[in-house]
């Protein structure tokens, strides 16, 4: 069974990687901002399922057979939501606001069953986990940010790589905080009839 990530996260390929699965990486090109701003108010879950939902569908085409994946994440703190900081500039004011702090990051799923190359059926999650975050010390965020990591990441970190010595603990799923829970990502494929070992086609 091939499964299609609407994604370019290199972190959300790395983790289906880990679980066994290469999956067909291919580019959305949806306009995230215009497609928020077209939805109207809308809650942390709520955004980043409808981005996940818009990503998956706009790659379909005769060509892709088989589960098509999208992927969209988003931190939320005090109330607000933060996706990538994209300068440096945010970057820092996100890590001044958030150290020594809680936030929860909201991870949207969703999968559409594009067997034969036609749509049979779709379905969508969101997982989501509370993240606390070190107390860290100015130099450490000049640093971090000079690395140009937390620039193009959700919440202006990362947990599975140089963003790791900043996270004190995760409650809840820790592959949400990746962006892409595989558990979540099995119980929609077997909502499709299918069983999860079915898509493992990379040797560990």
Known sequence: MRLYLASTSPARLATLRAAGIEPLVVHSNVDEDAAV????PLSPEEMV???ARLKAEA??????????LGGDSAFELDGAVYGKPHTAVVARERWELQRGREGQLHSGHWLIDHR??????AAGEVSSAHVQFSDVTD????AYIATGEPLQVAGAFTIDSLGAAFID?????PHAVVGVSVATVRRLVRGFGIEWPGLWNRAL
């Open 139 to 142: 130099a450490e965020i000049d």
């Open 169 to 173: 603990g995760v409650r809840g799923d």
């Open 116 to 121: 034969g190359g036609r749509v049979n059926g």
């Open 59 to 68: 790659v379909l085409g005769p060509e892709v057979d088989g589960l098509v």
């Open 49 to 51: 399922l409808l981005l």
């Open 37 to 40: 701003a077209a939805a109207g």
